[in-house]
């Protein structure tokens, strides 16, 4: 008789856990799955900001971002302003140059829709210094973006950061 009601007060205190789990499971699929929709909305409608926060240069340490860089894109128009960590092997004449700075630039995007619902936009824009740079950013389902940028003057650099939502 004993044994009967300490399996019967188990079971009354772990079934409501086990079906809290189940619950707290189902809300984590459904705000990953609200998540990926915002982003498939943001990234097709062509209007969206990216907000960097780490830059990762081909050579030396990893460096974190503060404030914070942002990346604006307003159809084919895209702004931005980021510090260069890296070898220039052009000197620009004037030193305040040295960063990666797009205004209202007009720009062809390449958009590809990977696999695992993840977007890649690729673009390239001439800055005023006569420089090429090719953007290959890369936006996760979940929001955090990759922007690496090879150019014809300096190394590449990537820079690490989230889409604002």
Do not use: H, W
Request: hydrophobic fraction near 40%; include cysteine; glycine fraction near 4%.
């Amino acid at each position: 008789m004993k044994k009967f009601i300490v399996i019967s007060l188990c079971m009354l205190i772990f079934i409501p856990f086990g079906a809290s789990g189940q619950s707290q499971q189902e809300a984590r699929d459904a705000k990953k799955v609200a998540v990926e929709e915002q982003v498939r909305m943001l990234v097709e409608s062509g209007t969206f900001e990216i907000s960097f926060d780490r830059a990762n240069p081909v050579r030396g340490r990893s460096v974190i971002l503060s404030p914070v860089y942002e990346m604006k894109f307003n159809n084919n128009c895209v702004s931005t302003y980021l510090p260069y960590f890296g070898r220039s092997y052009t000197a620009p004449a004037n030193p305040a140059k040295l960063a990666i700075e797009l205004n209202e630039t007009v720009v062809e995007t390449e958009t590809v829709k990977d696999r695992k619902k993840g977007y890649t936009i690729i673009f390239s824009a001439r800055t005023e210094t006569n420089e090429n740079i090719t953007f290959y950013l890369r936006i996760s389902a979940s929001g955090m973006a990759s922007l690496s940028i090879n150019s014809s003057s300096r190394t590449a650099i990537t820079y690490l950061g989230y889409l604002k939502m």
